[in-house]
Protein backbone atom coordinates (compact mmCIF):
# COMPACT_ATOMS: atom_id res chain seq x y z
CA UNK A 1 0.00 0.00 0.00
CA UNK A 2 1.33 3.68 -1.23
CA UNK A 3 1.06 5.84 2.19
CA UNK A 4 2.90 9.23 1.39
CA UNK A 5 3.68 10.63 4.24
CA UNK A 6 5.45 13.76 2.35
CA UNK A 7 3.06 15.81 2.88
CA UNK A 8 3.82 15.48 6.83
CA UNK A 9 7.43 15.68 5.90
CA UNK A 10 6.39 19.18 4.68
CA UNK A 11 5.22 20.28 7.46
CA UNK A 12 8.06 19.45 9.77
CA UNK A 13 11.49 19.11 7.62
CA UNK A 14 12.08 22.47 9.27
CA UNK A 15 14.14 19.90 12.10
CA UNK A 16 15.04 17.64 9.52
CA UNK A 17 18.85 17.74 8.33
CA UNK A 18 20.41 16.55 5.36
CA UNK A 19 23.08 14.23 5.75
CA UNK A 20 26.29 13.73 3.99
CA UNK A 21 30.20 12.72 4.03
CA UNK A 22 33.65 13.09 3.17
CA UNK A 23 36.08 13.38 5.96
CA UNK A 24 36.74 12.40 9.18
CA UNK A 25 38.05 14.91 11.64
CA UNK A 26 37.33 16.09 15.06
CA UNK A 27 36.97 20.00 15.34
CA UNK A 28 37.56 21.25 19.00
CA UNK A 29 36.02 24.70 19.00
CA UNK A 30 37.08 27.26 21.59
CA UNK A 31 34.09 27.07 24.23
CA UNK A 32 35.80 23.47 24.52
CA UNK A 33 33.69 21.24 22.87
CA UNK A 34 34.97 18.74 20.82
CA UNK A 35 32.76 16.83 17.69
CA UNK A 36 34.06 13.92 16.17
CA UNK A 37 32.83 13.94 12.43
CA UNK A 38 33.34 14.59 8.65
CA UNK A 39 34.20 17.62 6.99
CA UNK A 40 31.86 18.62 4.13
CA UNK A 41 33.45 21.95 2.70
CA UNK A 42 36.02 24.38 4.62
CA UNK A 43 36.00 27.72 3.05
CA UNK A 44 37.99 30.67 4.60
CA UNK A 45 35.34 32.10 6.42
CA UNK A 46 33.44 28.96 8.01
CA UNK A 47 33.85 24.70 8.27
CA UNK A 48 30.27 22.82 7.64
CA UNK A 49 30.80 18.97 8.66
CA UNK A 50 28.60 15.63 9.33
CA UNK A 51 28.23 14.91 12.82
CA UNK A 52 26.41 11.38 12.60
CA UNK A 53 24.28 12.82 9.94
CA UNK A 54 23.08 15.93 10.85
CA UNK A 55 25.15 18.86 9.08
CA UNK A 56 27.15 21.58 11.70
CA UNK A 57 28.09 24.90 10.78
CA UNK A 58 31.02 27.23 12.72
CA UNK A 59 32.82 30.37 11.93
CA UNK A 60 36.85 29.79 11.99
CA UNK A 61 36.72 32.33 15.23
CA UNK A 62 34.79 29.95 16.92
CA UNK A 63 37.11 27.24 16.18
CA UNK A 64 40.53 26.40 18.55
CA UNK A 65 41.30 23.95 15.75
CA UNK A 66 40.89 20.38 13.91
CA UNK A 67 42.09 17.38 13.97
CA UNK A 68 44.33 16.39 12.08
CA UNK A 69 45.20 19.29 9.94
CA UNK A 70 45.64 17.59 6.96
CA UNK A 71 43.18 18.44 4.75
CA UNK A 72 44.34 21.83 2.76
CA UNK A 73 43.23 20.15 0.17
CA UNK A 74 39.29 19.82 0.11
CA UNK A 75 36.61 20.01 -2.67
CA UNK A 76 34.10 22.91 -2.34
CA UNK A 77 31.12 21.45 -2.86
CA UNK A 78 27.78 23.35 -3.62
CA UNK A 79 25.80 21.18 -1.10
CA UNK A 80 22.98 19.34 -2.51
CA UNK A 81 24.09 19.01 -6.08
CA UNK A 82 26.50 16.92 -7.99
CA UNK A 83 28.43 18.02 -10.42
CA UNK A 84 27.14 18.77 -13.87
CA UNK A 85 23.80 18.86 -12.13
CA UNK A 86 22.85 22.52 -11.30
CA UNK A 87 20.16 24.03 -13.32
CA UNK A 88 20.56 25.88 -16.09
CA UNK A 89 20.70 29.66 -14.83
CA UNK A 90 19.34 31.03 -18.45
CA UNK A 91 16.43 28.36 -17.86
CA UNK A 92 15.41 28.92 -14.29
CA UNK A 93 11.62 27.47 -14.76
CA UNK A 94 12.85 24.19 -16.42
CA UNK A 95 11.05 21.56 -14.93
CA UNK A 96 7.88 23.88 -13.67
CA UNK A 97 6.58 25.46 -16.98
CA UNK A 98 6.79 29.36 -18.01
CA UNK A 99 6.95 31.73 -14.50
CA UNK A 100 3.60 32.78 -12.95
CA UNK A 101 3.66 36.51 -12.64
CA UNK A 102 0.46 37.44 -14.37
CA UNK A 103 -1.84 39.62 -12.68
CA UNK A 104 -4.38 37.35 -12.09
CA UNK A 105 -2.43 34.43 -10.97
CA UNK A 106 -2.68 33.44 -7.88
CA UNK A 107 0.31 32.12 -4.95
CA UNK A 108 -0.21 30.73 -1.98
CA UNK A 109 -0.06 33.71 -0.23
CA UNK A 110 -2.86 34.92 1.72
CA UNK A 111 -3.88 38.58 3.39
CA UNK A 112 -5.23 38.21 6.60
CA UNK A 113 -7.24 41.65 8.60
CA UNK A 114 -8.56 42.24 11.52
CA UNK A 115 -9.47 45.94 13.18
CA UNK A 116 -5.96 47.48 12.46
CA UNK A 117 -3.54 44.78 11.95
CA UNK A 118 -2.46 42.49 8.61
CA UNK A 119 -0.46 40.00 8.31
CA UNK A 120 0.73 38.57 5.22
CA UNK A 121 0.22 34.21 5.46
CA UNK A 122 2.79 32.41 3.38
CA UNK A 123 2.92 28.66 2.85
CA UNK A 124 6.71 26.84 2.60
CA UNK A 125 7.90 24.57 0.69
CA UNK A 126 10.76 23.42 3.13
CA UNK A 127 13.66 21.91 0.55
CA UNK A 128 13.52 23.10 -3.56
CA UNK A 129 15.73 23.59 -6.01
CA UNK A 130 17.05 26.71 -7.02
CA UNK A 131 14.51 26.63 -10.12
CA UNK A 132 11.68 27.54 -7.45
CA UNK A 133 12.72 30.98 -7.98
CA UNK A 134 12.44 33.98 -8.75
CA UNK A 135 9.27 34.24 -6.52
CA UNK A 136 6.07 35.53 -7.55
CA UNK A 137 6.51 39.37 -6.86
CA UNK A 138 3.27 39.75 -5.30
CA UNK A 139 5.41 37.39 -2.51
CA UNK A 140 8.30 39.52 -2.78
CA UNK A 141 6.65 43.17 -2.55
CA UNK A 142 4.23 41.37 0.25
CA UNK A 143 7.66 40.43 2.20
CA UNK A 144 9.35 44.09 1.40
CA UNK A 145 6.08 45.67 3.36
CA UNK A 146 6.27 43.89 6.82
CA UNK A 147 7.66 44.87 9.30
CA UNK A 148 8.69 41.49 10.91
CA UNK A 149 9.22 37.97 9.27
CA UNK A 150 7.97 35.15 11.10
CA UNK A 151 8.64 31.46 10.64
CA UNK A 152 7.70 28.11 12.31
CA UNK A 153 11.08 28.18 13.71
CA UNK A 154 14.65 30.21 12.52
CA UNK A 155 16.44 27.46 10.73
CA UNK A 156 19.84 29.56 9.99
CA UNK A 157 21.25 29.37 13.28
CA UNK A 158 19.75 26.41 15.46
CA UNK A 159 23.08 26.42 17.82
CA UNK A 160 25.10 23.43 18.83
CA UNK A 161 23.75 22.78 21.63
CA UNK A 162 20.16 22.18 20.19
CA UNK A 163 21.57 20.44 17.29
CA UNK A 164 22.89 17.73 19.73
CA UNK A 165 19.82 17.64 21.75
CA UNK A 166 18.44 16.64 18.39
CA UNK A 167 21.01 14.11 17.99
CA UNK A 168 20.64 13.02 21.86
CA UNK A 169 16.81 12.18 20.88
CA UNK A 170 17.28 10.62 18.04
CA UNK A 171 19.39 8.14 19.00
CA UNK A 172 18.93 5.16 21.45
CA UNK A 173 20.54 4.36 24.40
CA UNK A 174 23.36 2.01 24.27
CA UNK A 175 21.86 -1.63 24.48
CA UNK A 176 18.99 -0.53 22.23
CA UNK A 177 18.79 -1.09 18.75
CA UNK A 178 16.56 -0.71 15.99
CA UNK A 179 16.58 -4.77 15.06
CA UNK A 180 15.21 -5.27 18.62
CA UNK A 181 12.15 -3.76 18.07
CA UNK A 182 11.09 -3.29 14.77
CA UNK A 183 9.38 -5.84 12.72
CA UNK A 184 11.52 -8.27 10.09
CA UNK A 185 9.76 -6.37 7.35
CA UNK A 186 10.63 -3.04 8.37
CA UNK A 187 14.10 -4.46 8.69
CA UNK A 188 14.88 -6.19 5.94
CA UNK A 189 13.96 -2.72 3.85
CA UNK A 190 16.23 -1.01 5.93
CA UNK A 191 19.35 -2.97 5.18
CA UNK A 192 18.32 -2.76 1.10
CA UNK A 193 17.63 1.42 1.56
CA UNK A 194 20.51 1.74 3.58
CA UNK A 195 22.74 -0.21 1.49
CA UNK A 196 21.27 1.58 -1.71
CA UNK A 197 22.38 4.31 -0.52
CA UNK A 198 25.99 4.12 1.29
CA UNK A 199 24.90 3.65 4.96
CA UNK A 200 26.23 2.45 7.50
CA UNK A 201 24.00 -0.09 8.95
CA UNK A 202 25.91 -0.41 12.18
CA UNK A 203 25.36 3.31 12.89
CA UNK A 204 21.84 3.18 11.52
CA UNK A 205 20.63 0.77 13.62
CA UNK A 206 21.29 2.50 16.77
CA UNK A 207 18.84 5.35 15.25
CA UNK A 208 15.36 5.61 16.71
CA UNK A 209 13.20 5.08 14.07
CA UNK A 210 11.44 8.66 13.17
CA UNK A 211 15.13 9.88 13.33
CA UNK A 212 16.13 7.21 10.79
CA UNK A 213 12.90 8.57 8.71
CA UNK A 214 14.19 12.01 8.13
CA UNK A 215 17.83 10.85 7.49
CA UNK A 216 16.78 8.70 4.77
CA UNK A 217 14.69 11.50 3.18
CA UNK A 218 17.04 13.86 3.77
CA UNK A 219 19.89 11.73 1.88
CA UNK A 220 16.87 11.21 -1.22
CA UNK A 221 16.24 15.04 -1.10
CA UNK A 222 19.90 15.97 -1.81
CA UNK A 223 20.44 12.91 -3.99
CA UNK A 224 17.88 14.34 -6.67
CA UNK A 225 19.43 18.19 -6.13
CA UNK A 226 17.03 19.63 -3.64
CA UNK A 227 18.46 21.85 -0.97
CA UNK A 228 17.31 23.29 2.34
CA UNK A 229 18.69 26.34 1.34
CA UNK A 230 16.79 26.55 -1.44
CA UNK A 231 13.77 26.94 0.57
CA UNK A 232 11.36 29.25 1.30
CA UNK A 233 11.97 29.90 4.94
CA UNK A 234 15.71 29.85 4.64
CA UNK A 235 15.53 32.62 1.45
CA UNK A 236 13.27 34.89 3.41
CA UNK A 237 15.52 34.65 6.82
CA UNK A 238 18.57 35.13 5.02
CA UNK A 239 16.98 38.17 3.42
CA UNK A 240 15.89 39.68 6.87
CA UNK A 241 19.54 38.97 8.19
CA UNK A 242 20.10 42.95 9.64
CA UNK A 243 17.05 44.15 7.88
CA UNK A 244 14.37 43.15 9.61
CA UNK A 245 12.89 41.94 13.06
CA UNK A 246 12.43 37.94 13.07
CA UNK A 247 10.39 35.68 15.47
CA UNK A 248 9.36 32.28 16.11
CA UNK A 249 5.83 31.07 16.10
CA UNK A 250 7.39 27.70 17.77
CA UNK A 251 10.04 26.15 19.43
CA UNK A 252 13.25 24.02 18.92
CA UNK A 253 12.12 22.32 21.79
CA UNK A 254 8.70 21.63 21.19
CA UNK A 255 9.03 20.57 17.64
CA UNK A 256 11.21 18.50 18.73
CA UNK A 257 8.76 17.40 22.00
CA UNK A 258 6.44 16.09 19.09
CA UNK A 259 8.94 13.09 17.47
CA UNK A 260 9.49 12.18 20.84
CA UNK A 261 5.94 11.93 21.68
CA UNK A 262 5.21 9.56 18.55
CA UNK A 263 4.49 5.80 20.14
CA UNK A 264 6.33 2.62 18.79
CA UNK A 265 3.61 1.89 16.70
CA UNK A 266 3.56 5.35 14.81
CA UNK A 267 7.48 5.93 14.54
CA UNK A 268 6.90 2.18 12.93
CA UNK A 269 4.41 3.52 10.69
CA UNK A 270 6.28 6.56 9.63
CA UNK A 271 9.54 4.64 8.99
CA UNK A 272 8.01 1.96 7.32
CA UNK A 273 5.91 4.01 4.74
CA UNK A 274 8.89 6.56 4.17
CA UNK A 275 11.26 3.47 3.04
CA UNK A 276 7.84 1.74 1.11
CA UNK A 277 7.85 5.33 -0.92
CA UNK A 278 11.47 6.40 -0.78
CA UNK A 279 11.57 6.49 -4.63
CA UNK A 280 8.59 8.54 -5.00
CA UNK A 281 9.73 11.14 -2.38
CA UNK A 282 11.52 13.11 -5.38
CA UNK A 283 8.07 13.47 -7.65
CA UNK A 284 6.04 13.89 -4.61
CA UNK A 285 7.70 17.27 -3.59
CA UNK A 286 8.69 18.02 -7.57
CA UNK A 287 4.30 17.65 -7.57
CA UNK A 288 3.74 19.34 -4.69
CA UNK A 289 5.78 22.19 -5.78
CA UNK A 290 4.02 22.84 -8.82
CA UNK A 291 1.05 23.33 -7.37
CA UNK A 292 2.72 25.48 -4.56
CA UNK A 293 3.69 27.66 -7.71
CA UNK A 294 -0.27 28.20 -8.98
CA UNK A 295 -1.46 28.33 -5.65
CA UNK A 296 -3.88 25.81 -5.87
CA UNK A 297 -5.46 25.01 -2.82
CA UNK A 298 -7.88 22.16 -3.48
CA UNK A 299 -4.90 19.91 -5.44
CA UNK A 300 -2.58 20.70 -2.25
CA UNK A 301 -5.73 19.45 -0.07
CA UNK A 302 -6.45 16.37 -2.62
CA UNK A 303 -3.02 15.06 -1.67
CA UNK A 304 -3.54 15.86 1.99
CA UNK A 305 -6.89 14.01 1.72
CA UNK A 306 -5.44 11.32 -0.51
CA UNK A 307 -2.63 10.80 2.26
CA UNK A 308 -5.34 10.49 5.10
CA UNK A 309 -7.55 7.83 3.33
CA UNK A 310 -5.40 5.61 1.99
CA UNK A 311 -2.94 5.28 5.48
CA UNK A 312 -5.77 5.95 8.01
CA UNK A 313 -4.06 4.28 10.84
CA UNK A 314 -1.35 6.96 10.85
CA UNK A 315 -4.35 9.66 11.59
CA UNK A 316 -2.62 10.41 15.36
CA UNK A 317 0.36 11.36 13.81
CA UNK A 318 -1.39 14.13 11.25
CA UNK A 319 -3.04 15.03 14.40
CA UNK A 320 -0.18 15.96 16.42
CA UNK A 321 2.03 16.95 13.56
CA UNK A 322 -0.56 19.07 11.52
CA UNK A 323 -4.20 19.56 12.67
CA UNK A 324 -3.19 20.30 16.95
CA UNK A 325 -0.07 22.63 15.85
CA UNK A 326 -2.61 24.65 13.64
CA UNK A 327 -4.50 25.75 16.60
CA UNK A 328 -1.69 27.17 18.13
CA UNK A 329 -0.28 28.81 15.18
CA UNK A 330 -3.99 30.87 14.71
CA UNK A 331 -3.08 31.96 18.45
CA UNK A 332 0.43 33.49 17.09
CA UNK A 333 -1.04 34.88 14.14
CA UNK A 334 -3.49 36.55 16.44
CA UNK A 335 -1.49 38.07 18.60
CA UNK A 336 0.65 39.75 15.81
CA UNK A 337 -3.10 41.29 14.33
CA UNK A 338 -3.02 42.81 17.69
CA UNK A 339 0.45 44.00 17.50
CA UNK A 340 0.17 46.88 15.12
CA UNK A 341 2.92 45.55 13.07
CA UNK A 342 2.65 44.19 9.54
CA UNK A 343 3.99 40.42 9.99
CA UNK A 344 5.33 38.34 7.31
CA UNK A 345 4.17 35.09 8.49
CA UNK A 346 5.72 32.20 6.63
CA UNK A 347 4.46 28.47 7.72
CA UNK A 348 4.62 24.35 6.38
CA UNK A 349 1.74 24.70 2.97
CA UNK A 350 -0.28 21.56 4.44
CA UNK A 351 -0.78 23.82 7.44
CA UNK A 352 -3.32 26.30 5.82
CA UNK A 353 -5.22 24.19 3.71
CA UNK A 354 -8.88 22.40 4.55
CA UNK A 355 -11.40 22.88 6.91
CA UNK A 356 -9.08 22.60 9.99
CA UNK A 357 -5.99 24.51 7.95
CA UNK A 358 -5.42 27.93 9.33
CA UNK A 359 -6.98 30.04 6.39
CA UNK A 360 -10.46 28.59 7.59
CA UNK A 361 -9.58 29.03 11.24
CA UNK A 362 -8.93 32.58 10.75
CA UNK A 363 -11.98 33.27 8.71
CA UNK A 364 -14.01 31.68 11.28
CA UNK A 365 -13.05 34.31 13.80
CA UNK A 366 -13.74 36.87 11.70
CA UNK A 367 -10.38 38.01 10.17
CA UNK A 368 -10.95 38.92 6.55
CA UNK A 369 -8.81 36.35 4.84
CA UNK A 370 -8.10 37.23 0.90
CA UNK A 371 -5.38 34.57 -1.49
CA UNK A 372 -3.53 36.74 -3.51
Known amino acids: MRRYNFLII ?35 KYVKVDFRGVILTWRHDEIEHIEPEDNAILPKMRFGFAPGDEPSETEPWAGFGPPFSLSNQKSFLWKVKSGLGKVYLLGSIHVAKSNLYPLDKKIEDAFSASDVLVTELNLISPGLDATLRFMEKGIYPAGKTLDRVLSSETMDLIKIKTKNLGMDFAEVNTYKPWFLALQLMGLELVRMGFNPDYGIDMHFLKKAEGNKETLELETFEYQLGLFESLTDKEQELFLLSTLQDLDLLASEVDKMTKIWKVGDTAAMEAMLDRALSKNPETGSMYEKMIFERNKNMVLGIERLLLSGKSAFVIVGSAHLIGSRGIVEKLREKGCSVEQL
Open 10 to 44: SVFLSLAYFPSSVFGETVILKSGKRVEGKILEKTD
